[in-house]
C-alpha cells in the first residue's frame, strides 16, 4: 500500500484557542469597559434627548404648560438640574456589568409615569449586544495583534 502521512502541529491552533477563550471569559477589566460605554451612551440621551441613535424612541417634547410652568417655577417636575444624569453609578464584577441610578424619579422619567415617557435605560437590546460583542471581540483582535 502506498500512503502519504501528513502530521499536522496544532501546538499554536491550541494556543490561539486558549488566547480566544481567555477573551471571551468574562473579567471584570472588560465588564468595566462595558459600564463605562453603557454610562456613555446613557448620558449620551440626555444631549440629544432621546435614543435615536440606537434605533430607539426621541423623546417627547414638554407641553407648553410644562414649559410656562418650568419658566415661573424651578421646583417642578423635569426641571433639568442634571442630578438624574449625574447619577448614574458603575458597578462591575467577574461575572455582571451594570449601571445603577438611585434617583427616586428616574423610573418615573424612564417608563412615563406621571409625566411623558423619556427612556433612559437602552430600548433597542440589539444595540446592547452590540456593545458586549464589540468590547470582547476588540481585546481578542488586540491581543491577536489584528488591530
Excluded: C
Excluded at 440589539?126 to 491577536?144: A, D, F, H, I
Aim: hydrophobic share 35%.
Amino acid at each position: 500500500m502506498y500512503a502519504i502521512d501528513i502530521k499536522i502541529d496544532t501546538k499554536e491552533f491550541q494556543q490561539l484557542l486558549g488566547v480566544i477563550k481567555t477573551e471571551f471569559t468574562p473579567n471584570r477589566s472588560s465588564n468595566t469597559q462595558i459600564t463605562n460605554a453603557l454610562k456613555q451612551k446613557m448620558e449620551g440621551y440626555f444631549r440629544v434627548g432621546g435614543q435615536q441613535a440606537d434605533g430607539g424612541p426621541k423623546w417627547k417634547k414638554l407641553s407648553p404648560e410644562r414649559v410656562a410652568a418650568k419658566t415661573q417655577n424651578k421646583n417642578v417636575i423635569l426641571v433639568e438640574t442634571g442630578r438624574l444624569r449625574s447619577s448614574f453609578v458603575q458597578k462591575s464584577s467577574d461575572k455582571f456589568a451594570k449601571v445603577v441610578n438611585s434617583v427616586p424619579y428616574g423610573v418615573k422619567h424612564d417608563e412615563g409615569i406621571d409625566t411623558p415617557e423619556r427612556p433612559i435605560i437602552p430600548r433597542n437590546r440589539n444595540s446592547m449586544v452590540g456593545l458586549v460583542e464589540k468590547t470582547y471581540l476588540g481585546r481578542l483582535k488586540k491581543r491577536l495583534g489584528i488591530l
